[in-house]
C-alpha cells in the first residue's frame, strides 16, 4: 500500500540491523549450534548449543540475543557475543527490551534482566483461562499460567505483556499489576505501540479452524479494546504472527502460514491509527517465515523454508531483492535480524 496523507499511521524510527542469528544443524532434530554475525564488520562467532534465538533492540540502538536450549536453558548474550545471563526454560521465546532491562516469561512471572545480567523482582503474570467446548476432544490449556505471545514497550517505560491460554487472552500493565480479559479471543501474538499511544496485538480463536486474524487497538488506560479489524485471513497452520512498527506504513501485521507438506505463505498487513488495515505486498511463497523493518520502510524476510537466505521487499513497490551482506553461511537457518 503506497504512502498516503489521507491516512494516520503509527510512526516508528526503524534501526539498522547490527546483528543475524542462525542456526546451524546438527544430527538430531533439535541438536545445532547458534552463531552470530556483525553486519558492519562481517565477523561470526558461534555462542553454543542452542535451538532458536532472538535479537532484540532498544530505541537507543542496544542490541541484544536471547537463546533457548534444546534443554531448556535460556540465555542472553551482548551485541559482542558474551554471555550477559544464564537461567530456566522460557514460556516462550519472546522478550523485549526496556531501557536496559529485557523483558521475557519464566514460569508464572515476567522477569526483568537489566546490564550485567542482574535480575530484578520479578512480576507475577495474569493467568488468562477459559474452558474448551465440550465437542473440542484435541486442545488442552496450558496449565496454571498464561502464554505471553506479545510484550509492548509504552515511551513512558510501562511494560505491557499479551497473555493467553488457546480459550482465552488478555492484556496486563506489568508495572501496575493491571490486567483485562479480551473476550472473544483465545490467542494473541505480537505486540507494539502506536504513535497514537495505542497497543496492537494480533488476535485469532484457537479452537475454530474458520476464524481469522483480526488486529486489536488496546488503550493502554482501560485496556478495553478500541477497534478491531478483521483481515479475512484464514489461519491455516500458523507458523508465525508479528507485528512490526514502520515509519510510513503503520503497523506491519506479518503472519506465515501453511499446512503441513505444503508451501509456507507470508502475509502482510498495514494497520492504521484509525483501525484500518490494508493488504501489503504480495510475497512468493516459501520466503520465509519472520521479518524485520529497515530504514526507507523495507522489509526484511528470513527464516524457515528460506534457509540461509534473506531477502529485501520494498513496501511500496514490492519489489523483491536479495541482500548477500545479510545472509548466514552456508547450510545454516537464520533465525533473527536485528
Known sequence: MPRSGQRTFPRAHTLEPRLVTYVVPGAGTQDGTLGLRDVASGGRRTLGRFI??????????????VAESATGRTAIFDASGRTVWTGGTPRNLVAALAGDTIWMQLGQDAVPVGAGGKVATPRRLAAFHGR????????????NTSTVGGWAIAPNGHVFAMGYDGYAAGAQDIMSGRSRRLPGY?????AAVGSDGMLYTLAWKLISSTDTVHILRIDPATLRIVSDADTRLRLQRTDNAELLPTAHH??????????PGQPIQVSVFEADTRGRIGAGPTLPPNIGLAGTVVPNDDLLVYGGPARNKISLVNLDTGRLQPVPRYDGPIGSYVESVG
Do not use: F, M
Open 52 to 65: 532458536c534465538a532472538i535479537v532484540i533492540r532498544g530505541s537507543g540502538g542496544q542490541a541484544d540475543v
Open 186 to 190: 483465545g490467542v494473541l501474538q505480537g
Open 132 to 143: 474448551a467446548p465440550n465437542w473440542h476432544k484435541g486442545l488442552v490449556g496450558v496449565g
Open 250 to 259: 503503520g503497523i506491519l501485521a506479518l503472519v506465515a502460514r501453511g499446512d
